[in-house]
């Protein structure tokens, strides 16, 4: 009896020494009850005047979006996010916004507006004017050249850097307020805009943004609107209520006292008596994840992940169908055959949007040219993110992988975390959140309210900082946030199930009436 | 008792499950008998008109291979490699070779040239003209402008792309030639010239040109002679008997019908529920080798590796003492700490030159700029080496990774071989390697004469297709091959210990009578 105990014992100890025991998180759910947005009533003011004006004045609302892509902001570049800020703040003084004005940071400014319409409810709103780099290779039109393309299989649509992701659906945000302001004399609400030249740098400074206006955006009674464009291909929208956070960081291995070359390549016949960064790196990297890439092998990685409460479970029951009905789409969309091991509906939803992840964005080291070279190069580094769901924080995440790093012996590979901050989340209760709602009701949409999306903002300051509601709302279609030929639709197609931009103008409009009548 | 056999059984299963059980491959040597060069009789030839022409002529001389480190040669991007073998070919007539032309391949010609003395012996000459690509940074000349530095820390330096790897001492084997021709009328062997133009592609077309010419070459009764600054810092010449074979791969992981996507970058918050390539080649990369990277954990890899024969044995216990010497300067001058794991002496020069390798030239993939970019890419690709040794092939070698790798489950890894040829090794009892080691003795120096080197070349085409001896041959120094700022010295200071070029190319006037002595 006692040998069979140390057998076990053996087989255990062998066996806890592999990766293959950790497990991905599961989520399972306690309640089958489900969220139904078509029980909130849909809006029902009407404002005629308004809409007349955005058909009246279509052609320069295009022109406005067109100019706003056309300037480049490549915040991790430092391309063009100074001009892109100041016509930010240009176009907010030119719509009456009293205060207007650059907020320097230590690296890209932000933009403070106030607009004082002299009401009881004053609305916050939420921009980032920067975007992503280009890629080098795969798009078909020049990202900065605002270019419209009149026979994509949408219709017309904007084909540029930042057309959805998020100078598009911002433009024609403050399109609407224009239209509001010139058809009725002046907004409903007071609003308060604060802008970030760093959001696709992880949002560094706009924790500092806040700080500094936070005794002013505390007086936004109505919460915090984020424009977006969210309806999918099918014409529905997934209103999403919260987001992940973020860690952003990079590893590196080089030669040095631990062996390998310093600083610079050697020739790779020296590989069998010198020891090889690149290797190491890979070992490293291939540490953090069971071999399929898909299970965090960092010890404690998944220990402070909440399972969804009873409102998140009900959300995600209501969603559940949409999910389904566009998993195909988004599939094909995205170019990938099957979600992770052929998972559907409620477990790919459920792990989409409740568990955390390690990717890595990008690595590079030595010779990447045609054919054949060599070396053995001294230095390799590769990019990661991981998106941190509640309870998750950047520091412990940070804390954890560099403690399973030394762990394992890599204590020569050096971490650097390059941005982070944590999730944050609203409640489907809350007022704003409710008139965002009817309003698509009105225009026949009932959304699929989603508990978060899949993907990063630095919300925590309104929601963990200054304890107020964020939403995101609009309509139209965008696609290409991150890739190559980024777009929106203007004009859609006969048939298309998605809005153009005049009616996107129009839900906007509703959206500040509706959240004023709170 | 039946329990303990089953704790033991489960444990070394358990146990040989991992990594750690694969030894790097140890060379136990059964004898302590050392080879002496300095029992070799030295050269004692005298040709001063061949000398007082190569001192009359020095700074035509240099201009010679100025020119040739001028004209770029890039076989990898395929950059003015035509215009060399044009160069090089032109050379030869001027020389009064009989023969000279180029050679098609299917795709970097070959150059043809034979030279008619009229003599009992001939010797083939093994020539490379094409170079590695130029590192993007690094360089502190422009790698093609031919640039003499006056004040380099070892005198006079030509700094150039190709300087020392290999136009440098090809060039000045030619000036030897002139000399000898312009003195003596004639030279005392007849000589065939076969050069190709991808050797840093890992002579994919050599063979092919060595069967063109294999009747010819046969007649090459003085065996094969291949030009090279010889010379360490401290002076000594490490001859090398042989050469380690290669093969290069590239290990590809793509989006497809596994998971993943297939065709561009998606937003990294998919992470969640999508399959990532680059996280997957990191782990095919990791099962490779063991955690440091320096033990290939690909099984059967090191089965073929045979043990160092007598006379190897002999040899390495013969350069032994040069190698000790010189251990510490190889380090610096690689900027390198210690070998792996802190070898020194006969373990580090036996791994260096005995064991195979396995070494990562690049690795690219996704975001590679500043600051964050947050994405799913979908594709990643490493370039690989191995050093072959005897009596390792290509096509096991490749065999057995690719093996590997379905066998943990990467099917989903492509391996695309790009270059491959086996190790080749001559006899230090051929008469061509004592008539060098002859005139190494005549110049004072005692040549440590090493079984192979570290590196590669297609030598088997000689040893094992022509079934002839090979022997690299040359005084002077150079350093910097496959790297950036390669050099070779041309006016050594004073009390450099190392030869210029005028003494180098004296060298070579006298290998070429010895050998038609010998």
Redesign the interface.
Known sequence: MK??L??AA??A???S??AQEVKRPEFPFTTEKAYDAAKVAPYKGKHAAAYAYIDANKAAHIENVQRWVRQRSI???NDGVSEMAQMLAADLKALGFKEAELVPTKRHPGVWGYYDAGAKTTIAVYMMYDV??I?PV?WNVDAFAGTILEDHALGRVLMARGATNQKGPQRIFLNALEAIIKAEGKLPVNIMLLAEGEE???SPHYPDLIAKYADRLKQANGGVLFPMMGQTLAGGVQMSLGV?G?I?FELEAQ???Q??????????????????P???L??A?????S????VITVPGFYDSIRQPNQEEQELINGVLPAWEANEAAMQKS???????GG?TGRE?IT???F????????????????????????K??A?F?S?LVPNQTPDESERLIRAHLDA??FTDIKLTR??GYPPAQSSVKEPLVQAVIGTYRKYGITPSVMPR????APYYVFTDILKMPIVSAGIGYGAG????NEFIVIDPKPGTKVAGITEAEKFYVDVVHAVAKR
Chains 1, 2 share one sequence.
Not at 265 to 274: F, G, N, Q, R, T
Not at 334 to 339: A, C, F, P, R
Request: proline share 5%; aromatic share 6%.
């Open positions: 040998s069979l140390l057998a053996l087989s100890v062998a066996v020494a592999t915040s991790a570049e992503q780099p890629e795969g696709e740098l992880g992940k973020n952003y030669g040095g006292a062996g390998g070359p310093r600083t610079a390549e050697i020739h790779s016949s020296l590989k069998a008596i010198v020891d090889a690149g290797l190491r890979a070992q990297i291939a540490s953090l994840t071999p399929d890439g898909n995205l170019g990938v055959d099957k979600w992770i998972m790919a792990q989409y949007l568990n955390t992840t390690l990717n890595m964005d990008g690595i590079w080291g030595g010779y990447s040219g045609p054919g054949t070279k060599t070396i053995l190069p001294h390799f580094t990019k993110d998106r394992k012996g390059l941005s999306l899949a993907g990063s946030a991150h890739a190559p």
